[in-house]
């Protein structure tokens, strides 16, 4: 009973931390993006190991397409703690509002964990607040509202009539998310490692190329082991 029980927690566990990572890969996917298009971020970011900026868009969709999985994962029954998930997860999120808020006297907080133009060191801990807040409620959403989960059955049919294109496309994303990954790890490796231009940002830098990885190579596996042809 009791393994029964740890291995149910354990897979809880891991679901959350998958869709953690994917939602932190996204976010961050979509804020160079926007940082890249408004103009505040360099043109040849990460070149010339990566050949454009737009590929982060991959990053965006393999980390989206993860998610689906991931959650599916987490479909276990364990006891909740007072309330359900969503309920810390638009706690978290409104705690990261108060401090957006608060910080933004300061400067203005940036989503991603990428350290870049102007960083604080405050914004990587605030913006956990607002990652692990769409977490809990992307792993709690069919339980917010009636209306929620007929959209979630919904969208779950209609995968299920291209299961086999998303597939292929989760496959061709991955292998870009891949490219893109090992550019920014090359290019950190050249300009910031092997220059030993060592900061207290070092480790966040790191976290965001393993988090990058984690992302490309878990889709990779989805997409080999045919899951959305599985299950759906």
Not at 34 to 59: A, E, M, N
Not at 138 to 144: L, N, Q, T
Not at 181 to 206: G, K, P, Q, R, V
Request: hydrophobic share 50%.
């Amino acid at each position: 009973m009791f393994k029964k029980t740890l291995m149910t927690l354990g897979k809880k566990v891991l679901s959350l931390a998958l869709i953690f990572n994917f939602v932190v890969s996204l976010v961050s996917s979509l804020s160079i993006l926007c940082g890249q298009y408004l103009g505040t971020f360099r043109k040849d970011l990460y070149k010339p190991y990566l050949v454009d900026s737009s590929l982060f868009w991959f990053i965006a969709l393999t980390s989206t397409l993860n998610i689906v999985p991931a959650r599916m994962l987490g479909k276990v029954n364990i006891r909740r703690i007072l309330f359900h998930h969503y309920v810390y997860g638009f706690l978290s999120l409104l705690i990261y509002i108060v401090l957006w808020m608060l910080f933004s006297l300061l400067h203005i907080p940036n989503l991603t964990v990428f350290p870049y133009y102007g960083f604080q060191s405050y914004q990587s801990f605030t913006a956990l607040f607002l990652y692990w807040g769409i977490t809990l409620i992307i792993d709690d959403a069919p339980d917010i509202s009636p209306r929620i989960l007929h959209i979630l059955n919904h969208i779950r049919r209609e995968i299920c009539k291209v299961n086999r294109l998303i597939m292929k496309v989760h496959l061709v994303s991955s292998f870009v998310s891949i490219y893109v990954a090992t550019s920014i790890f090359l290019w950190h490796f050249e300009n910031d490692f092997l220059m030993e231009n060592y900061s207290l940002l070092d480790f966040t830098y790191i976290l965001f190329i393993v988090n990058l990885f984690i992302t490309a190579l878990y889709g990779l596996k989805i997409a080999k082991r045919g899951t959305w042809l599985k299950y759906f």
